[in-house]
């Protein structure tokens, strides 16, 4: 998720008035530049381990919200929670890893470049809302939160134009574990029950192809 980590940020900002925007939304970014800092000696798909999985999230977070105490600033809570929060957004737009670099779920959005920014465009407009109401209501603060949510949405549109013309692979989605799958050859299918098979919410479908695999495998079985 790119804008949606900001909008996230704007939202939790409401909570605690008290707490600087600016390590807020560092915070709600921060398992992404974990990642870059980890990046430059090493690939990338190897380190999103450590900060985008599950035990590396809550390490990031205990570690964020620890300092802050420390420093004796207000709202450390809030920066871990932002922290933890960019794991449910990025499920929604990318494949992220949950203990080990494998299996990745979610919902791979970003190869759907329209649905990843009607989705991150909803989440700024809801975001900047949440915000607007810990502010003053003042003509000229809402203004400001309006420019902010347009900007958001104007950023989040050239990434996904970016992404659009990046694209060169399929939209692989997956709520489930990778190695959980038929080692017979799979056949195409289309509409509903194929839906179904990209989510991994078809068991059926892998029961039956496993019956037809006994009974041609063993034909007095059955
Ligand atoms: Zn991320």
């Known amino acids: 998720?790119?804008?949606?980590?900001?909008?996230?940020?704007?939202?939790?900002?409401?909570?605690?008035?008290?707490?600087?925007?600016?390590?807020?939304?560092?915070?709600?970014?921060?398992?992404?530049?974990?990642?870059?800092?980890?990046?430059?000696?090493?690939?990338?798909?190897?380190?999103?381990?450590?900060?985008?999985?599950?035990?590396?999230l809550l390490i990031g977070a205990a570690l964020v919200t620890l300092l802050w105490r420390w420093m004796r600033r207000p709202g450390a809570t809030l920066l871990g929670v932002g922290w933890?929060?960019?794991?449910?957004?990025?499920?929604f737009t990318g494949r992220k890893p949950l203990i080990f670099p494998t299996p990745l779920i979610g919902l791979d959005l970003y190869k759907l470049p329209l649905a990843d920014f009607v989705l991150e465009a909803t989440v700024v407009a809801i975001g900047c809302a949440i915000y607007a109401r810990g502010v003053p209501k003042r003509a000229e603060l809402r203004r400001v939160i309006v420019i902010l949510g347009a900007a958001l949405i104007a950023l989040q549109a050239a990434a996904d134009v970016a992404l659009g013309v990046m694209r060169n692979t399929e939209w692989e989605p997956s709520l489930a574990s990778a190695t959980r799958q038929s080692h017979l050859p799979r056949a195409r299918v289309h509409g509903w029950a194929g839906l179904r098979m990209r989510f991994a919410l078809s068991p059926s479908h892998n029961r039956r192809e496993g019956e037809r695999w006994q009974r041609r495998t063993d034909p007095g079985a059955s």
């Not at 008035?17 to 000696?41: F, Q, S, T």
């Open 1 to 56: 998720m790119y804008a949606g980590h900001a909008a996230v940020a704007l939202a939790l900002r409401w909570r605690e008035p008290r707490l600087p925007i600016v390590p807020l939304v560092l915070a709600c970014y921060g398992p992404d530049w974990a990642e870059v800092v980890l990046m430059a000696p090493n690939p990338r798909a190897v380190m999103a381990a450590y900060t985008h999985s599950i035990p590396g």
């Open 84 to 91: 933890l929060l960019h794991w449910p957004a990025d499920l």
